[in-house]
């Protein structure tokens, strides 16, 4: 076997991990690229089984193009890359593939200033800085919607509905004022819960992303957990059922929008 396979073999062995994170100072596993390598794992772990480690060679191959022998345990050349250059290929990816596909999925998608989150990862894929102000601005409302549509509603529903009901008929309830109590109690605890939800996350991503990105920090990308949010964009798909996708399954469009912004990143590190 060659050290090209043997490192091909080691990646794919990495991704297919329950533990495939980056992990800041381990001494095994995947080093490098750090800001990719959660986005990987999950968009690895999304893709149908009969194509995901296809693409994850393609992907290897790329990221040993750019960053070196081995992009699972060879030297991270990425440091070498300047301040404004360093989350290139995120935003890169945000702007041409995730925003796209959101946008075109979201219910009430005319809320959300998809121009402004736009332009903002567009000038930061070319290495112009943005104050995190503007960028928290820019987020918050595209986080509160797409977490919103994410939740489960049917499982909430469900649980809500379930508990409700068995408490109205140990209070004597008959079994058709019991499920009418549920349904009004599922209701309002669903509607309650997916605020809750999307809020608490809106909140939350939209300061901590604001700041790294204003920041370039790849270290602090992979503390906002972007391998969650790899999931929440799919899950918010197959929750608002789009069925008009150019793409088809949404973890196939936004795993090879990850390549694309890759190959488009050439002429950055190129230079």
Same mark, same amino acid.
Not at 26 to 46: I, K
Not at 55 to 60: I, K, M, P, S, V
Not at 121 to 149: C, V
């Given at each position: 076997?060659t @050290?090209?396979?043997?490192?091909?073999?080691?990646f794919?062995?990495a991704?297919? +991990?329950p533990d495939?994170e980056?992990?800041?100072g381990?001494t @095994?596993g995947?080093a490098?690229p750090m800001?990719?390598?959660p986005v990987?794992?999950?968009l690895?772990?999304? !893709?149908?089984?009969?194509v995901r480690?296809?693409?994850?060679?393609r992907?290897?191959? !790329?990221?040993?193009e750019?960053?070196?022998?081995?992009?699972?345990?060879g030297?991270?050349?990425?440091h +070498?890359?300047?301040?404004?250059q360093?989350?290139s290929?995120?935003?890169?990816?945000?702007r041409?593939?995730v925003l796209?596909l959101?946008?075109?999925?979201?219910?009430?998608?005319?809320a /959300?200033p998809f121009?402004? *989150?736009t332009?903002?990862?567009?000038?930061? +894929?070319?290495?112009?800085?943005?104050a995190p102000?503007a960028?928290?601005t820019?987020?918050h409302?595209?986080?509160?919607h797409?977490?919103?549509t994410?939740f489960d509603?049917?499982a909430a529903?469900?649980?809500?509905?379930?508990?409700?009901?068995a408490?109205a008929?140990?209070?004597?309830?008959s079994p058709?004022?019991?499920d009418?109590?549920g349904?009004e109690?599922?209701? !309002?605890s669903?509607?309650a819960? /997916?605020?809750?939800f999307a809020?608490?996350?809106? *909140?939350?991503l939209s300061?901590?992303?604001? *700041?790294?990105?204003?920041?370039?920090d790849r270290?602090?990308y992979?503390e906002?957990?972007?391998?969650s @949010? /790899? &999931?929440? /964009?799919? &899950?918010f798909c197959?929750q608002?059922?789009s069925?008009h !996708?150019?793409?088809?399954?949404?973890?196939? &469009?936004l @795993?090879? $929008?990850l390549?694309?912004a890759l190959i488009? $990143?050439?002429?950055l590190?190129?230079r």
């Amino acid at each position: 076997m060659t @050290s090209t396979t043997d490192g091909a073999a080691g990646f794919l062995t990495a991704l297919r +991990s329950p533990d495939a994170e980056y992990r800041p100072g381990a001494t @095994s596993g995947p080093a490098s690229p750090m800001e990719l390598w959660p986005v990987a794992g999950a968009l690895h772990d999304t !893709l149908p089984t009969d194509v995901r480690d296809g693409w994850a060679l393609r992907l290897y191959a !790329l990221l040993q193009e750019r960053y070196g022998k081995n992009p699972v345990t060879g030297p991270p050349a990425y440091h +070498s890359q300047p301040v404004g250059q360093r989350l290139s290929v995120i935003h890169d990816w945000q702007r041409h593939t995730v925003l796209p596909l959101v946008a075109e999925t979201m219910p009430g998608a005319e809320a /959300v200033p998809f121009s402004s *989150l736009t332009r903002l990862h567009t000038e930061a +894929s070319a290495g112009r800085a943005t104050a995190p102000d503007a960028w928290r601005t820019a987020l918050h409302p595209f986080l509160l919607h797409l977490h919103a549509t994410a939740f489960d509603r049917t499982a909430a529903y469900a649980e809500g509905h379930d508990g409700a009901r068995a408490y109205a008929l140990s209070q004597g309830r008959s079994p058709a004022e019991a499920d009418a109590y549920g349904h009004e109690y599922a209701k !309002l605890s669903c509607t309650a819960n /997916v605020r809750a939800f999307a809020e608490a996350h809106a *909140l939350a991503l939209s300061d901590a992303l604001a *700041l790294t990105y204003a920041a370039d920090d790849r270290g602090a990308y992979v503390e906002t957990f972007p391998g969650s @949010s /790899v &999931r929440a /964009v799919v &899950r918010f798909c197959h929750q608002a059922r789009s069925h008009h !996708l150019a793409a088809g399954n949404p973890a196939t &469009r936004l @795993s090879e $929008g990850l390549l694309t912004a890759l190959i488009r $990143g050439r002429s950055l590190w190129s230079r």
